[in-house]
């Protein structure tokens, strides 16, 4: 009996040590790049990361420089967030997150990223692939595919039998946007199918089925939001879970990011402290994706940005992204959530013929490169051999469209020489720990 007490309180102290470990911030352990054996990554108030961090005169020449790029091109609202060597030390919202409530953009707020989603939905392949649950050689479609099911075995071309998850990853899989995009041609699904609007992935993925390929798979790669969305399915196949829940259990809740989600399509439904979107004054009102015929603007029911979902609907704010970013970028100064194996497969440098994997551009440098673009927001996400980790997110779409993240992104290497040695020495990540300013020290 006696054993058994001296058992039990050994177990007890072990396992409150383990919680103490999942909790802590502990300099070294970043420092070194270790992981937490599974435990979780130190949470982080994200709704306590405000503009009053750095509203100090500290600040004022790059809150200046950033206000009058956005004030250039017009936005209504932009997010910024920027880490050095795994620390946050820059991150505030400008403009407005609603300017007809106005209330004023703040770095927590929830944004749109559009196609920087597809660097979330690789990765939790990725870590499927790591799980043993999936091979990137794992074939798609046909009897023997991971999507054998009835509705998905009606194809047009025997090709799609060769489809393989790897061939979804890096835009190989034989579909190009030749005669429009899958992905927003609902009335055209919807009049092949003899179904009412609106249309669900499943249908889109059956229409394309219907048709020939436009290449051979895996013969070079032609940029696919068709192939990230089916990517959600076959995510949900493997897993018998629903895409969004499995990457916020797999992805997020071990990085401690609670705020994702799938964005929703109307305005009405916004998630709590989630921005408004805007588009250019000349953005011409469309008919509303479920088939109701209301006129509405492409960013507020347009467009069917929930179903978009694993290819480009995902919802998070700055400060979360960074932190993902900082997870799978291969850096020995924050943790990966991902295996070195994994992150060296999704950074292999783009090529002429294939792109990379999740990311838009792994430049030979070194530089990770993801860009997002959808009528209402613009998002950019890098990751520089130099140590920076930045996020630009905007509510509106301006009338550059997908070209802008390229000009926010020499506007970045423009300004990042002039912030060494210019901003305090804090880590943002951790306001709450402060003992300068309310933040917590990086030395």
């Not at 070294?28 to 990554?41: E, M």
């Not at 392949?125 to 509705?151: A, R, T």
């Amino acid at each position: 009996m006696h054993k058994r007490v001296k058992f039990i309180a050994a177990a007890v102290f072990i396992l409150l040590g383990a919680i103490f470990l999942a909790f802590r911030y502990d300099k070294g352990v970043f420092s070194k790049g270790l992981t937490y054996s599974g435990l979780k990554y130190p949470t982080v108030n994200t709704l306590k990361i405000t503009n009053a961090l750095t509203s100090s005169s500290e600040y004022e020449w790059l809150n200046n420089a950033f206000s009058s790029f956005i004030a250039k091109w017009e936005l209504t609202g932009a997010s910024v967030a920027i880490a050095k060597d795994g620390r946050l030390i820059y991150a505030r919202g400008f403009g407005y997150a609603s300017k007809e409530e106005n209330i004023p953009m703040e770095p927590y707020n929830l944004l749109r990223v559009a196609s920087v989603s597809k660097l979330i939905t690789a990765t939790a392949v990725m870590k499927l692939v790591e799980e043993n649950k999936i091979q990137l050689d794992s074939k798609v479609f046909g009897p023997n595919g991971i999507l054998n099911d009835n509705i998905f075995l009606n194809y047009k071309d025997k090709r799609v039998e060769d489809i393989t998850v790897k061939n979804l990853l890096n835009h190989s899989a034989g579909w190009s946007t030749r005669w429009g995009d899958h992905m927003f041609i609902n009335e055209v699904v919807a009049r092949e199918l003899h179904k009412e609007l609106p249309v669900s992935l499943e249908d889109i993925v059956v229409f394309a089925l219907s048709k020939k390929l436009h290449f051979a798979p895996g013969s070079h790669s032609s940029y696919s939001n068709l192939g990230y969305a089916i990517l959600e399915l076959v995510i949900e196949k493997i897993t018998h879970t629903d895409y969004e829940t499995f990457v916020q259990r797999s992805i997020f809740r071990p990085l401690s990011i609670y705020d994702a989600r799938i964005a929703q399509n109307w305005d009405s439904l916004r998630y709590p402290n989630e921005a408004r979107y805007y588009e250019v004054n000349e953005a011409e009102r469309v008919m509303a994706f479920d088939g109701s015929k209301e006129g509405v603007l492409k960013c507020r029911g347009g467009d069917d940005v929930h179903t978009l979902g694993a290819a480009g609907g995902w919802v998070i704010s700055p400060i979360s992204l960074t932190r993902f970013l900082l997870a799978i970028d291969g850096s020995s100064s924050f943790p990966d959530i991902l295996s070195k194996e994994s992150v060296a497969v999704m950074t292999q440098t783009s090529n002429d013929k294939f792109h990379p994997i999740g990311w838009r551009w792994v430049m030979p440098g070194g530089k990770l490169w993801r860009s997002g673009s959808l009528p209402g927001t613009t998002a950019l996400a890098v990751s520089s051999s130099n140590g920076y980790t930045y996020v630009f997110i905007s509510n509106t779409s301006p009338w550059k469209g997908a070209r802008f993240p390229y000009i926010v992104d020499r506007f970045f290497d423009k300004l990042l020489p002039g912030i060494e040695g210019k901003l305090p020495g804090r880590n943002l990540f951790f306001p709450e720990t402060s003992t300068m300013g309310g933040v917590a020290s990086l030395n």
